[in-house]
C-alpha cells in the first residue's frame, strides 16, 4: 500500500542526499590552496583569499547539514528487521557529526578576520589558545566519529539489501585514501566525490522509492540473522 507522507518523506531524503553531495564537494574545491597544516599556513590561506574563503566556508556548512538531514532520513528506506540495528546505529553519530562540522565551519570567518586584523604572531597566538580550549574536543571527536559511523550504516543497508556491498567497500577505501591526500586541492576534492558515491546512489535510490519504483536489487524485507 502506498503511503503519500513516507513517499514525501524518502524524496525529501533522496533530495538532500543528492544536494549535499554536490554542495560539499563544490565547498571543498573552493578551498583555498595551503602548503601544510601549520597555523600560520592556514591562516594566510583564509585571510590572504576572503572571497573564496567565505564561499567555501558557507558551501561547506550547508554541504554537511544537508547531508546530515538526509543521512537521518535514509533511514526510512529500511523495509524489515535486517541490517536495520547497524544502519540505525551508524545513522546517528553520523549526522550528529556532519552537525558538529557544520558548526566548526563557522569558525573560518573569525579566522579570516585574525589574519587581515591582527599580526601573525597574535593572530596564530589565539587562534593557538581557541583551539586548545578543553570544550572544542567536543566537536572534535564527534566531527572525526562521522567517518566510521557512515562505514557502519552503509554495511547496515548493505545488509539490508538497500545496497550492494561494494558500498562500503568503496567507502571504506576512498576514506582511507581521503586522509592520505594533501589538505586541499583537486586531490581531496576528488576522493571525497569518490569517498561519496553511495551516499549519492542512496539518494537517488530514496527518490525512486518515493516514485513506488522500488530498485530490483533491493531485497525485500528478511528476518533478523
Do not use: N
Amino acid at each position: 500500500m502506498l503511503d503519500p507522507i513516507a513517499d514525501r518523506r524518502r524524496f525529501l531524503a533522496g533530495l538532500a542526499l543528492l544536494a549535499g553531495v554536490l554542495v560539499e564537494v563544490a565547498g571543498w574545491a573552493t578551498v583555498p590552496p595551503q602548503a601544510d597544516l601549520e597555523s600560520a599556513t592556514y591562516l594566510a590561506a583564509l585571510g590572504g583569499d576572503p572571497g573564496r574563503a567565505q564561499l567555501s566556508a558557507i558551501l561547506l556548512g550547508f554541504g554537511w547539514a544537508l547531508l546530515a538531514l538526509g543521512v537521518a532520513g535514509s533511514l526510512s528506506l529500511l523495509r524489515g528487521p535486517r541490517g536495520a540495528v547497524l544502519a540505525m546505529a551508524g545513522a546517528v553519530p553520523a549526522a550528529l557529526g556532519m552537525i558538529a562540522v557544520s558548526g566548526q565551519v563557522y569558525s573560518d570567518f573569525y579566522k579570516i578576520a585574525l589574519h587581515r586584523g591582527l599580526p601573525v604572531a597574535d593572530a596564530v597566538r589565539i587562534f593557538e589558545s581557541a583551539d586548545g580550549l578543553g570544550g572544542t574536543a567536543a566537536w572534535v571527536v564527534t566531527g572525526f566519529l562521522l567517518f566510521p559511523a557512515l562505514l557502519v550504516m552503509l554495511i547496515g543497508f548493505a545488509r539490508a539489501g538497500v545496497l550492494g556491498w561494494w558500498a562500503p567497500a568503496l567507502y571504506a577505501v576512498a576514506t582511507v585514501g581521503f586522509f592520505l591526500t594533501p589538505p586541499v586541492g583537486w586531490i581531496p576534492t576528488t576522493v571525497l566525490a569518490v569517498m561519496f558515491v553511495p551516499l549519492v546512489v542512496l539518494g537517488v535510490r530514496a527518490c525512486t522509492r518515493a516514485t513506488g519504483r522500488v530498485v530490483a536489487a533491493e531485497t525485500a524485507p528478511a528476518a533478523a540473522a
